[in-house]
């Protein structure tokens, strides 16, 4: 059974999965100019940092406690590596979705949609509008294993922000997605009450009244307005 938990610097290790650790997004190339640091020191420091700060920086899926894959979503100022990109976004705080990487053996069963899905929900939380991303085309898939690939994120309904003809950045508006969730819930509703003997439970606005006794209040205050006539 899967298992989403927050990123924390003590679970920084986990996010190898069966791989080694990925801190393409936390650094930039300068030429060997610096010493290079241990992965784990990086990212350590990096959680530690995003956290104190902004809040968790993603999330980590688990099964029966073996680490199996991990979602990364934070604003562009805690990504380095966007600088390097000629579609970094301009705003700062831009919420940007870093990588989404499972294990091998999970491939196929929907791991990494059910990922962005949570990082869906964390942006949700913190109340942003949108969500975008930096990711490949597919003639560039594979040069950057942490980089996700265009069709992949296209798929999920991101769209093109600001195009390029490898790394092209997408976004995925989140007032659309609230709007598609309350319309299926709208549409389950109409199916239910089409059932014989199925009542649905009736709609509540947002003063926590039931639309059913908001109808029979309107329709008492009718019938008074007409005596009252």
């Known amino acids: 059974m899967r298992d989403l938990r927050p ?8 996010l190898a999965g069966d791989s080694a650790l990925c801190t393409f997004w936390q650094t930039v190339p300068r030429n060997g100019d610096i010493l290079p640091r241990e992965p784990i020191d990086l990212l350590t420091d990096w959680v530690s940092d995003v956290t104190a700060n902004w809040g968790p920086p993603g999330r980590i899926a688990y099964v029966e406690d073996r680490p199996v894959g991990h979602v990364l979503l934070v604003p562009a100022r805690y990504v380095p590596r966007l600088a390097a990109f000629p579609t970094t976004p301009s705003d700062p705080a831009t919420l940007m979705l870093v990588t989404v990487r499972i294990n091998a053996d999970q491939r196929g069963r929907g791991l990494r949609k059910v990922l962005v899905q949570a990082a869906v929900k ?25 980089v996700l690939e265009s069709s992949f994120v296209e798929n999920l309904g991101f769209r093109v922000a600001r195009d390029h ?47 059913a006794r908001v109808t029979r209040a309107r329709d008492t205050r009718a019938r008074d307005t007409r005596a009252i006539e």
């Open 165 to 211: 003809p490898v790394y092209p950045r997408l976004r995925l508006d989140l007032r659309t997605i609230v709007t598609i969730r309350d319309g299926a819930a709208a549409a389950v509703r109409k199916a239910l009450a089409r059932v014989p003997g199925v009542h649905p439970v009736p709609e509540t606005p947002p003063d926590g009244a039931t639309r």
């Open 7 to 14: 990123l924390t610097v003590d679970r920084v290790a986990d």
């Open 122 to 146: 964390e942006a949700l939380r913190h109340r942003v509008r949108s969500i975008e991303v930096i990711a490949a085309r597919p003639h560039a898939v594979g040069k950057h294993p942490c």
